[in-house]
């Protein structure tokens, strides 16, 4: 039988044609690897950012009790007051700031009576000695920190899992009166946990620095399961960690400094194995080698539009259209970095009767408050910066322009506030505050929106008093 002199051509070329195929193969499950790294990544940002607007602004609210005049003065003369009336005064202020912030508790703990106050009257006597409950006490307040995050169940909220934030009370001299802060809903915590696992795939964790977990979407992890934690993870503070294990799996880790835990996300049991997919792919790929390059390329294309679509929805509040809070941290960050540019200002802002709004009239109808609360500060600051929404009904904007100008900008809002109305809700009211690099050239970012915070607050006092209203966000 004639040998086929083109054989070894034949060869070589099926050869080279099998190398390049494995080769392209190989290089699509790499290229597939660092780009769900990214997508993972933008992830693990858009969960850290939610879960951060849902607790900060509980952290937020328990430094503003701790600091709050009236409250450090009852603490001080509880034993002048006449029976009942300390903690009747207590149960009212408490239940304006569960009531006015929609938290599930709030609380006050006397240092010298050790009496435990809640939004609904005195709860009770703490005793450590004897009731194992109670025991956090002493050891907070015998810990070197102002403040922490604590996972219990609420006596006097049906027993649910709470997510507390203690925050000692301290007088001019730094003498301790006792513990105050507010609760939020475990299950609020655990849904939003909940709706990101199913919607990709995922675990998600919030866990301390000695790995034990506080939020799970199971209550009986809670406490009882402990997660190891790399020293890599530990030592950065700052970052992303990001862990690749076998068969396309990973594990993302970011500490979350105002809370001063870990939140963990880990990839479930069946994600894609694309180092398993090459030694199956590269038999067929022979036989469908240019519709495999199509697939591939539309495949591409998508993940890079998904891509794409994750980082715009990691930056803009889609329902006002504003920069959310991680752009207004992204650029928080950066102008730490250096030094404030002149007539830099800051602006607080919230809106006052939200949660009336939606109680009375829908939570449509407090959609539409917020977005008209976005419309009129985005149309009264686009000229000198940009707004923010930085939570639910709170809002930041970043301004360059010189005090000159502020009792212009201020007549233009209240102009604007005036002229708005809604096709549900008739007007809306706006308590802001400004900061300025102008009037405080020795502040950096932090204390001019501290500053801004505090005006703000002032601003929403005066409001209610001057309006009557019942104080409800």
Same mark, same amino acid.
């Given at each position: 039988m004639k040998k086929n002199p083109f054989l070894p051509v034949y060869i070589v070329v099926v050869a080279i044609f099998v190398l390049s195929a494995g080769i392209s193969v190989y290089?699509?499950?790499?290229?597939?690897?660092k780009n769900d790294r990214r997508v993972n990544t933008l992830l693990a940002a858009r969960v850290y950012d939610v879960i951060s607007n849902n607790l900060s602004r509980a952290i937020v609210?328990?430094?503003?009790?701790? @600091?709050?005049?009236?409250?450090?003065?009852?603490? !001080?003369? =509880? $034993? +002048?007051?006449?029976?009942?009336?300390f903690g009747a005064n207590v149960k009212k202020y408490l239940a304006n700031v569960k009531e006015d912030m929609?938290?599930?508790?709030?609380?006050?703990?006397?240092?010298?009576?050790?009496?435990?106050?809640?939004h609904k009257g005195?709860?009770?006597?703490?005793?450590?000695?004897?009731?194992?409950?109670?025991?956090?006490?002493?050891?907070?307040?015998?810990?070197?920190?102002?403040?922490?995050?604590?996972?219990?169940?609420?006596?006097?909220?049906? @027993?649910?899992?709470?997510?507390?934030?203690?925050? !000692?009370? =301290? $007088? +001019?001299?730094?003498?301790?009166?006792?513990?105050?802060?507010?609760?939020?809903?475990?299950?609020?915590?655990?849904?939003?946990?909940?709706?990101?696992?199913?919607?990709?795939?995922?675990?998600?964790d919030l866990v301390r620095p000695n790995g034990v977990v506080m939020v799970d979407i199971y209550d009986d992890k809670i406490g009882n399961d402990k997660i190891d934690l790399p020293e890599k993870a530990?030592?950065?503070?700052?970052?992303?960690?990001?862990?690749?294990?076998?068969?396309?799996?990973?594990?993302?880790?970011?500490?979350?400094?105002?809370l001063d835990w870990y939140l963990v996300i880990a990839s479930n049991d069946n994600k894609n194995d694309y180092r398993g997919a090459f030694f199956s792919s590269i038999l067929t790929h022979i036989?469908?080698?240019?519709?495999?390059?199509?697939?591939?390329?539309?495949?591409?294309?998508?993940?890079?539009?998904?891509t794409r679509q994750l980082h715009e929805a990691?930056?803009?509040?889609?329902?006002?259209?504003?920069?959310?809070?991680?752009?207004?941290?992204?650029?928080?960050?950066?102008?730490?970095?250096?030094?404030?540019?002149?007539?830099?200002?800051?602006?607080t802002a919230d809106l006052n009767g939200l949660k009336s709004v939606n109680d009375n009239m829908g939570h449509e109808a407090g959609d539409e408050l917020i977005a008209g609360g976005a419309f009129v500060l985005k149309s009264v600051v686009e000229k000198y910066g940009i707004a923010y929404r930085t939570g639910g009904d709170e809002f930041m904007a970043i301004l360059r322009m010189p005090m000159s100008d502020l009792d212009g900008l201020?007549?233009?809002?209240?102009?604007?506030?005036?002229?708005?109305?809604?096709?549900?809700?008739?007007?809306?009211?706006?308590?802001?505050?400004?900061?300025?690099?102008?009037?405080?050239?020795?502040?950096?970012?932090?204390?001019l929106i501290k500053l801004s915070d505090s005006r703000m607050y002032a601003n929403k006092d005066e409001y209610y008093k001057k309006t009557g209203a019942k104080r409800r966000t």
């Amino acid at each position: 039988m004639k040998k086929n002199p083109f054989l070894p051509v034949y060869i070589v070329v099926v050869a080279i044609f099998v190398l390049s195929a494995g080769i392209s193969v190989y290089s699509i499950g790499q290229e597939g690897q660092k780009n769900d790294r990214r997508v993972n990544t933008l992830l693990a940002a858009r969960v850290y950012d939610v879960i951060s607007n849902n607790l900060s602004r509980a952290i937020v609210m328990s430094n503003s009790m701790s @600091n709050n005049s009236f409250l450090i003065e009852d603490l !001080k003369n =509880e $034993d +002048k007051y006449a029976p009942n009336e300390f903690g009747a005064n207590v149960k009212k202020y408490l239940a304006n700031v569960k009531e006015d912030m929609n938290f599930a508790t709030a609380f006050v703990i006397s240092d010298k009576s050790r009496r435990y106050f809640t939004h609904k009257g005195l709860n009770s006597v703490l005793d450590p000695v004897n009731n194992v409950r109670d025991f956090w006490y002493p050891k907070f307040i015998h810990q070197n920190k102002k403040q922490e995050l604590n996972v219990n169940v609420a006596r006097h909220n049906n @027993n649910a899992w709470t997510i507390f934030v203690n925050t !000692k009370m =301290e $007088d +001019k001299d730094g003498k301790l009166l006792g513990v105050c802060g507010v609760g939020v809903n475990m299950k609020d915590v655990q849904e939003t946990l909940l709706n990101f696992s199913r919607n990709y795939d995922v675990k998600i964790d919030l866990v301390r620095p000695n790995g034990v977990v506080m939020v799970d979407i199971y209550d009986d992890k809670i406490g009882n399961d402990k997660i190891d934690l790399p020293e890599k993870a530990l030592a950065d503070t700052s970052g992303f960690y990001y862990e690749e294990g076998k068969r396309g799996h990973f594990r993302i880790i970011k500490y979350i400094n105002d809370l001063d835990w870990y939140l963990v996300i880990a990839s479930n049991d069946n994600k894609n194995d694309y180092r398993g997919a090459f030694f199956s792919s590269i038999l067929t790929h022979i036989a469908l080698c240019l519709l495999m390059l199509i697939i591939v390329f539309r495949a591409m294309n998508y993940a890079a539009k998904n891509t794409r679509q994750l980082h715009e929805a990691s930056i803009i509040d889609k329902p006002t259209g504003l920069y959310n809070k991680r752009a207004f941290d992204e650029l928080k960050e950066h102008l730490k970095a250096g030094k404030m540019p002149p007539n830099f200002m800051v602006m607080t802002a919230d809106l006052n009767g939200l949660k009336s709004v939606n109680d009375n009239m829908g939570h449509e109808a407090g959609d539409e408050l917020i977005a008209g609360g976005a419309f009129v500060l985005k149309s009264v600051v686009e000229k000198y910066g940009i707004a923010y929404r930085t939570g639910g009904d709170e809002f930041m904007a970043i301004l360059r322009m010189p005090m000159s100008d502020l009792d212009g900008l201020k007549e233009s809002l209240e102009k604007a506030m005036n002229e708005w109305h809604g096709k549900t809700v008739p007007s809306l009211s706006i308590s802001y505050g400004f900061a300025s690099s102008e009037e405080n050239p020795d502040m950096d970012i932090d204390e001019l929106i501290k500053l801004s915070d505090s005006r703000m607050y002032a601003n929403k006092d005066e409001y209610y008093k001057k309006t009557g209203a019942k104080r409800r966000t």
